[in-house]
């Protein structure tokens, strides 16, 4: 069945019948001799409903599927700025938090929250990710120390390669890389993490890093070339200088 707009030279029309559905008439016309029937005003529309219901089920579903393979922890899929207790000392990260993930096309720099554990800078990572997996993008959640564990873990089993592991993280719309220089690392584990954030940076790709460590214990923790891009003009850095939510709210 053809409508109107699928057709670039409109034939004059007549009636053929009567639509069982709405009681409209039915209309046809001729196009170099070729008789067409038109569709319905009213199955157009519900052709179009229908579709535009497939097309959102389908937005959906992509995003229940990117969020569950985003690695994000049980405890932060609900995460939200809403949530947020907004304290002393988190007002310009969590200002800039929502501006990073509200604008996610647009950004080609990493952000890197800084604060003491308990400060919310996990918290507001989750929101990113949270944000941006609503939008219908990749993201992909990860501890700093759980990656080259994870990297390490393909080289005994033949069925699996480190590729497996990093591509996901290097192509991703959106990286979270949480507590990084919390655990202590290896030099491979530096290698690693420096070659996933050095290929984000080069192609431009937004990605979230929280740590609680100073700029000098960073020095004394991670690979140089690691600090200089984080600490360099390739990321946005924000500091929480709250005390610890869980500790101020023990019962």
Known sequence: MRTLSDIKTVPETYPVGTCPHCGRPLLAGRIYGVEINLECECQTEAREREEQRRNEKKALDRIAKNRRESGLPRAYINISFDDFEEREGTQTALRNARKYAENINAITKGLLLIGNTGSGKTHLAAAIANKVLDAGYTVKFAR?????????????????SEDEVIEPLRRCKLLIIDDLGADKLTDFDRAVIHGILDYRII?????????NLAENQMMAT??????????????????????????????
């Open 144 to 160: 700093a120390a759980d990656i080259p564990y994870e990297v390490q873990k393909t080289y005994g089993d033949p069925t699996k």
């Open 203 to 211: 192609n431009c790709k937004p990605t979230v890093v929280t740590t």
């Open 222 to 251: 991670l690979d140089s070339r690691t600090v200089d891009r984080i600490l360099g003009k390739d990321y946005y850095q924000y500091r929480l200088t709250a005390k610890s939510y869980r500790r101020n709210n023990k019962k």
